[in-house]
Nanobody, 128 residues
Framework: QVQLVESGGGLVQVGGSLRLSCAASGRAFSMGRYAMGWFRQALGKEREFVAAINRNDDAQYYAGSVDGRFTISRDTVKNTMSLQMNSLNTDDTAVYYC???????????????????WGQGTQVTVSS
């Protein structure tokens, strides 16, 4: 079993930045065996893909709405994943979820159904 805990959410003004973190743990957990990602869910909307990273940390993929503004990264020694979010706008307001799936291939995943483990989420609110 894998536990994922997000942190770093909060209230920020339009144009500002936030850095989200996801701490991963579990029995014999090794981050290098997992592809991971970030999704978000705004009030009244479906959960949507934000960013993904493969198990080798050599490939990342972003939703078009965040590409060039957000950066996903991992520290496999500390078992943490981050999402650096810059130039935030009101459309970025949502609960952000960390997710992971054990993978034997060097793929990243962008579909909700491809992931096995989810955190509880952290709220990001961008105010104008």
């Amino acid at each position: 079993q894998v536990q994922l805990v997000e942190s770093g959410g909060g209230l920020v003004q339009v144009g500002g930045s936030l850095r989200l973190s996801c701490a991963a743990s579990g029995r014999a957990f090794s981050m290098g065996r997992y592809a991971m990602g970030w999704f978000r869910q705004a009030l009244g909307k479906e959960r949507e893909f934000v960013a993904a990273i493969n198990r080798n940390d050599d490939a990342q993929y972003y939703a078009g709405s965040v590409d060039g503004r957000f950066t996903i990264s991992r520290d496999t020694v500390k078992n943490t994943m981050s999402l650096q979010m810059n130039s935030l706008n009101t459309d970025d307001t949502a609960v952000y979820y960390c997710t992971a799936v054990e993978s034997t291939e060097s793929y990243y995943y962008a579909r909700l159904s491809e992931y096995s483990y989810w955190g509880q989420g952290t709220q990001v609110t961008v105010s104008s």
